[in-house]
């Protein structure tokens, strides 16, 4: 077994505000996913980065950047807070993208 | 392009029965797999069960059961015996063969209420 933590669990950010969520996963997957919920709405694929230092653009990539200098990390950036994009952040990792993809516990994003 | 549909926004049922949801999908892959999973009032999302395009058996895991009528591009999910603990939203989700490592299309999810 293994376990995806993501922090923080709760981020509150200033408009234009650069914001960095941090995710990490000791389960030794290559696969890393970035997710974002809205209220009550399905999950929309950000980023996803294959192995360490590889990085490719989901459906929602305008307006963040990602890094995934560790195969057991991968970070989202916010490159600047927009009221609207207040949502729940999912992390998720998976074996090759094979399989099935395990979820991190999610960080709230709240922008003022 | 790919594109998940799930038309039930909620279902209220009563503990010990069964609950049927139903999900339709979009694809140009002949190769495809089919997902669900299931979000907390927590947050937290749990994948139940999966089913892969090419095998006709549909899949079985505990009291979650798929009806995947290809033809029909569906793969509704059945929960047997329900229990209060699955009350939860159920997403139905894709990903298309070609690309292995691309990430998942989700539905909008269904709200699934358990009664005593």
């Known amino acids: 077994g293994g376990i995806i933590t993501q922090t923080p669990k709760f981020l509150i950010g200033q408009e234009g505000q650069k914001l960095t969520l941090k995710c990490q996963q000791n389960?030794?997957?290559?696969?890393m996913y970035w997710y974002r919920q809205d209220s009550g709405k399905g999950l929309r694929l950000i980023y996803y980065s294959i192995t360490e230092n590889d990085l490719q653009k989901g459906d929602l990539s305008e307006g963040y950047d990602a890094s995934r200098e560790k195969k057991s990390s991968f970070s989202l950036t916010v490159t600047s807070a927009q009221k609207n994009e207040m949502a729940v952040f999912l992390c998720?990792?998976?074996?090759?993208?094979?399989?099935?993809?395990?979820f991190g516990p999610g960080t709230r994003l709240t922008v003022l | 392009a790919q594109k998940v549909t799930q038309t039930q926004t909620s279902i209220s049922v009563v503990e010990k029965t069964t609950v049927t949801m139903d999900c339709v999908y979009e694809t140009r892959d002949s190769s495809y797999f089919l997902f669900w999973y299931k979000q907390t009032a927590s947050g937290e999302i749990v994948f139940l069960i999966r089913q892969d395009s090419y095998k006709k058996e549909n899949a079985t895991v505990g009291h979650y059961s798929l009806n995947f009528q290809k033809p029909k591009s569906s793969i509704g999910l059945i929960i047997t015996a329900t229990q209060i603990e699955d009350s939860a939203v159920y997403f139905c989700a894709m990903r298309e063969g070609a690309n292995y490592a691309q990430g998942l299309t989700f539905g909008l999810g269904t709200r699934v209420s358990v009664f005593p």
């Open positions: 998720a990792s998976s074996i090759q993208g094979v399989y099935e993809q395990y």
């Open positions: 389960f030794n997957h290559d696969t």
